[in-house]
């Protein structure tokens, strides 16, 4: 049974929960609200390089690479709450900022600290849903984290395309949405103490090859997946396919509500599906997506590869959420998850060195670098099943205590604490003896 190590423990009431996957909706934001706008800020920039007026879609995601783990290690030395405040300050600021400057290096630098911003938010909400659930609770509201993830990019991404009609500097005012996280966040939420299930021990060290592992695939999901928000908008606002801003900053959200539908699914395949095959099926999906784009190109493919795209997102972000926050500690989540954040959004920006050397042998088109991209996706999904069984056999042990059975199951890298849970419906029979 879970009990509270002291009672100024962190606060799971409903409203702490609802301010958590507020805050989680905004760290896709670095570069998704003004990404319909791009070809604005490059007609506007006409006389700058053409790579430098992308960075302002690119650039925060290079921040969170450089500085995500220093912010993590900040929130493990500081406190998770107090990062997390004051990124949200950092953020709006920053954000904001690009509505009022009309100086393309001027933006381009203050679009970094915003993802410095970024970065402590990422690592600061992730940690502390990690060391404040244990068990199925962590992984519902993990799946509930990767959900409001992909329902802010619906929102922000359909708001940015909206704004962009306006011109383009208004999508920077979507960065005001910090504004009430930040008020709700400093209201409900406070530093968490241990969660103890029973008396199990407390983990103090992670399985590195785990911790690896799970970045590694998080940076290539996100790396492919990326190549849609970026690219998709000039091919589909081409005279010859004709979408407005508007159409095309919804028709990209769209991706979020699969990506939201995928993670609320997630937590009910858990006890079924182990998070290597479920992180297998995600690049799978989104390799599908993009091949079928490839090879018909239109506006039904495209949206097609978005949808496949948002539940790829949906499936992977959290396996490899739970499967991290089972390898963490009080003293390690904030680096553990400030980790996960440099790879999700290093992919991010690795998409623009990627897809330009790309672009030049497919002559320009993108359905067809799509297709590449996704050709790479499925080769990722196949060696993922080779490789996930070689990482069970290197994990660690894992020991839950039960009111009246003991289960103990080696070498499996989730390691969940499924406490309150029949654990015969999670794992063999052969693995459960009585106490």
């Given at each position: 049974m879970r009990q509270r190590a002291d009672a100024g423990m962190f606060d799971r009431g409903r409203l702490a929960l609802f301010s958590l996957l507020l805050a989680s909706m905004l760290t896709l934001m670095g570069g998704a609200a003004v990404a319909p706008a791009l070809p604005l800020i490059q007609e506007h920039f006409s006389?700058?390089?053409?790579?430098?007026s992308t960075m302002a879609v690119t650039l925060p995601s290079l921040a969170v690479a450089l500085t995500g783990w220093a912010t993590g290690w900040l929130a493990d030395r500081f406190g998770k709450v107090r990062?997390?405040?004051?990124?949200?300050?950092?953020?709006?600021?920053a954000g904001v900022s690009g509505f009022l400057l009309d100086d393309l290096g001027a933006i381009l630098a203050m679009r970094f600290v915003l993802g410095v911003g970024i970065g402590g938010l990422s690592a600061a909400v992730t940690a502390l849903i990690a060391e404040s659930y244990a068990g199925a609770s962590r992984v519902r509201v993990l799946g509930y984290?990767?959900?409001?993830?992909?329902?802010?990019?619906?929102?922000l991404e359909s708001c940015g395309g909206v704004l962009a009609g306006f011109g383009w500097r208004t999508p920077f005012?979507?960065?005001?949405?910090?504004?009430?996280?930040?008020?709700?966040?400093?209201?409900?939420?406070?530093?968490?103490?241990?969660?103890?299930?029973?008396?199990d021990p407390v983990r103090t060290r992670a399985d590195?090859?785990?911790?690896?592992?799970c970045c590694l695939a998080m940076f290539l999901c996100q790396m492919i997946f990326s190549v849609l928000p970026t690219r998709l908008p000039s091919f589909l606002e081409d005279p010859g396919v004709g979408m407005g801003t508007a159409a095309v900053g919804l028709l990209l959200g769209l991706s979020g509500a699969v990506n939201a539908a995928a993670s609320l699914a997630y937590r009910r395949v858990t006890g079924h599906v182990r998070p290597g095959t479920a992180v297998a099926a995600g690049f799978a999906a989104m390799?599908?997506?993009?091949?079928?784009?490839?090879?018909?190109p239109?506006?039904?493919?495209?949206?097609?590869?978005?949808?496949?795209?948002g539940a790829g997102m949906g499936t992977v972000t959290p396996a490899v959420t739970s499967t991290l926050a089972a390898q963490s500690s009080q003293a390690t989540s904030g680096r553990i998850m400030g980790g996960f954040s440099v790879s999700l959004n290093l992919g991010q920006f690795s998409v623009s060195l990627v897809t330009v050397p790309i672009l030049a042998v497919v002559g320009g088109s993108v359905p067809d670098l799509v297709g590449m991209l996704g050709i790479m996706s499925l080769a990722v999904a196949a060696a993922v099943m080779l490789v996930s069984p070689r990482l069970r056999g290197k994990g660690t042990t894992a020991e839950v205590r039960f009111p009246h059975y003991r289960v103990c199951w080696k070498n499996y890298p989730v390691g969940c604490l499924v406490s309150g849970l029949n654990p015969s419906s999670l794992y063999p029979a052969h693995e459960i003896n009585k106490g």
């Open positions: 006389d700058a390089f053409g790579t430098l990062v997390l405040a004051s990124s949200l300050i950092v953020f709006t600021a984290q990767s959900a409001a993830m992909g329902i802010g990019a619906l929102v005012l979507v960065y005001l949405a910090g504004l009430p996280v930040l008020a709700l966040c400093v209201l409900s939420l406070r530093e968490p103490g241990r969660v103890v299930c029973g008396d590195a090859k785990v911790v690896v592992s390799g599908a997506g993009m091949v079928l784009l490839m090879l018909h239109s506006v039904w493919t495209a949206a097609t590869a978005v949808v496949l795209g």
